[in-house]
Nanobody, 114 residues
């Protein structure tokens, strides 16, 4: 059974940093492009960043240059380093494959205060 567990969220002031982690189990992690998604209150879930099995990355425009996605296939783990956080980054952050193959985890809440 595939399990995706996000962690690392918290409350941070604008301009601060957080590092999120996504631990995957029950899947051959290296075979999948992985992505971070977020859902802000009252809004639809949106893609934030993705990374291929080989390490190529892409980001949504409003986080490019501030967020960095990385992965370690040997550890079945993906990270999202978030710098220069803004209040509009406040959301629950989730991980999944780029084609959303698996059930969603609980996510991790990121709250950015002014």
């Amino acid at each position: 059974q595939v399990q995706l567990v996000e962690s690392g969220g918290g409350l941070v002031q604008a301009g601060g940093s957080l590092r999120l982690s996504c631990a995957a189990s029950g899947m051959i992690f290296s075979r999948y492009g992985m992505a971070w998604y977020r859902q802000a209150p009252g809004k639809q879930r949106e893609s934030v960043a993705f990374i291929t099995g080989g390490g190529a990355t892409n980001y949504r425009a409003d986080v490019r240059g501030r967020f960095t996605v990385s992965r370690d296939n040997a550890k079945n783990t993906m990270w999202l380093q978030m710098n220069s956080l803004k209040p509009e980054d406040t959301a629950v952050y989730y991980c999944n494959t780029t084609t959303q193959n698996w059930s969603w985890g609980k996510g991790t809440l990121v709250t950015v205060s002014t």
